[in-house]
């Protein structure tokens, strides 16, 4: 999901990453570029717009420009911006004082309604509020035996009505049943049809009119794109929706429906579909969608942690010589070990550098051997730290006697430490966080 949209804002963001300085032009010239991957990835232009104005305005106050990181800064922004587009906060269910609760779903033919009812009746089984499932799509006679399938593949009781019955009464006998056996949740399944249609609205109205549903959740196709954005408002206007459940979302590779539906109708995506089975439904947390989005784990937490492990003086001295001005030694290798080591634990922080989740089982890092790196180099004298051309056998074999390692993993490490250097040298232009993507390559593997 997100797929393309993804990639193509991870491209366009990587430039504001790589670079250390940013001037108001640079930051001018990255955001029509967002502009320009958000449109391709169909997202409403007016969506587009004001989601764009909000970030440049950030980006150009809060003296992000002037930051250790602007790039960085940019970024976030971003990614804070996207979550703010999904909505505040992750969305949840609003309960009835009275039980059950009403669940209405509706929607279009085939937008997976009747799935949804089930994956829902499955969550809420799973929650511990114990549900009933009602099928009250009357016209295709299959669509009754399709719940009824479902809910017996979760376990919870169900209740249906004739082809060709009336749905309301459907609906109202499942209402009293389910009051009658104490249950906490109805699931109410309803006849879509191809488009929106008044008798259809109707119908939906006089079910509404007799359960008064806590929620009437709107099922939209992601992969239908804008148009699930037009149905939407449609399906709003004649029912007040409450809320949105996208479904199809691991086929739906440019995310422009799920961008676009807050921003134009004005109610949140409660839940995302994820595939065909009970349990592929997650909740719509608008924290977590953006994450997706920008495919890079957790920058915010990136971010918000390098800030405040890392010591801005320390860094400073780092990059002068990581960029070339100063003599970079294996003493600023310590240094660098230990300060990314204060950011927490290694797997975690890998996996949070930018581009590294992607890489992830390539980079995986054993902190066992960080930790012997760190001991060989302690057992070197400070002058053999800062001149490791003068380290030669006795001294090598000290320092592995000193450390408790070999002497082949001191040779090893001494020459990964050149390698290092020379990779260091094609790394200039890394400034400020930016230098935490080289020290993942810094760390010996
Ligand atoms: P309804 O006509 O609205 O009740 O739609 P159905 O629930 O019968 O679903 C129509 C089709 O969409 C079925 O083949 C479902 O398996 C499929 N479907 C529903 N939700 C999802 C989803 O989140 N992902 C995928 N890949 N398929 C889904
Ligand atoms: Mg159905």
Redesign the pocket.
Known sequence: MFDELSGKLDFVLAQFRARGLLTEAMVRDGLREVRRVLLEADVNFAVTRSFLDRVQERALGEAVLKSVSPGQQVVKIVHDELAALLGDEAPTIRWASRPPTVVLVV?L????????AGKLARRFQREGREPMLAACDLYRPAAVE?LRTLAERVGVDFHGGDPGGDPVKVAVEAYRIAQDRKKAVLVVDTA?RLQVDEPMMEELRRIRAELSPSEILL?ADAMTGQEAVRIAEGFDKALDLTGIIL?????DARGGAALSIRGVVGKPIKFI????GLD?LDPADPRRLADRILQRGDVVGLVERAQRAFDVEETKKLEGKVLGSGRFTLEDFLTAISQVRKMGPFGDLMKMIPGVARLAPKTELDPKRIKHVEAIILSMTPDERRRPEILNGSRRARIAKGSGRSVAEVNRLLKQFKEMKKMMRQMKGMQGIQGMRGMSGLLPH
Not at 109 to 116: A, E, I, L, M, Y
Not at 247 to 251: L, N
């Open positions: 929607g033919q085939g937008s997976g309604k009747t799935t949804t399709q879509g099922v479904t199809k979302m691991d086929g579909g994820t595939g065909e592929d």
